[in-house]
């Protein structure tokens, strides 16, 4: 089966600072990952997405991630935090085989001036 | 293009009342279908899915049900809602069949329940 776990519910980062997400899977089968960002009180927009071309992945408002088979990872950066970037991150996961899409519990990110 | 819409985006029901969200998904045929609802703080729970016109799959025992009666309309019903039943519900799509590409979400309707 398949998981993901995003470590910490809550990172407050200031203003300028590197923003990091991070998101540990489990699959036992090549995995496709995605993140996805949550401002309030709307649905889900997609940040970007690993489907086994690069490993490097760059999305949008600067976003970037790197699947990392070896730890299991795919965890979500950005070099210099804005205060628009605060808002709740879904780390997702998906194999061929299946219809259904794993969520972690999200990351509220903090945003600090 | 494709877009998803979903309403109403916000709804106050009483104990009891039944229930009706719908979803509508334009620019693309035979798409996966997916219901969620989402709780504070915990991440989204996936209610219903559906591959094709008539076909629904339940992960969660509930008072809900889904319907689907054309390709691209995902209709989340429920005859008595239960306070429990409060929450913000997601409607999302997926290309058809089996991929590596995303789910992509409509705004959500957040339900009251008094």
């Known amino acids: 089966a398949q998981s993901v776990t995003q470590l910490g519910s809550h990172v407050s980062v200031s203003e300028g600072a590197l923003v990091l997400l991070r998101c540990n899977y489990s699959?036992?089968?090549?995995?496709?990952l995605f993140w996805y960002v949550q401002y309030p009180n709307q649905g889900l927009q997609l940040l970007l997405k690993?489907?086994?071309?690069?490993?490097l992945v760059k999305g949008i408002n600067g976003f970037e991630a790197e699947f990392k088979k070896s730890e299991t990872s795919f965890h979500l950066t950005k070099p210099s935090a804005h205060m628009s970037d605060a808002a709740e991150y879904f780390c997702?996961?998906?194999?061929?085989?299946?219809?259904?899409?794993?969520f972690g519990t999200g990351t509220r990110l903090k945003v600090l001036a | 293009s494709q877009t998803i819409h979903q309403w109403p985006a916000t709804l106050v029901q009483p104990v009891g009342s039944p229930l009706s969200l719908e979803c509508t998904v334009e620019?693309?045929?035979?798409?996966?279908l997916y219901w969620y609802r989402q709780a504070a703080g915990r991440g989204l729970q996936l209610l219903f899915y559906?591959?094709?016109?008539?076909?629904i799959s339940s992960e969660v025992p509930q008072n809900l049900s889904a319907s689907r009666p054309q390709d691209r309309q995902f209709i989340l019903s429920s005859k008595k809602l239960l306070l429990s039943d409060s929450g913000f519900y997601l409607c999302?799509?997926?290309?058809?069949?089996?991929?590596?590409?995303?789910?992509?979400f409509g705004d959500g309707t957040r339900l009251s329940i008094l």
């Open positions: 690993y489907t086994s071309a690069a490993t």
């Open positions: 997702a996961v998906t194999r061929s085989g299946t219809y259904k899409y794993i």
């Open positions: 699959s036992s089968v090549p995995p496709y």
């Open positions: 559906s591959v094709g016109i008539g076909q």
């Open positions: 999302a799509w997926s290309v058809e069949g089996w991929s590596n590409q995303p789910q992509h």
């Open positions: 620019g693309t045929s035979n798409p996966n």
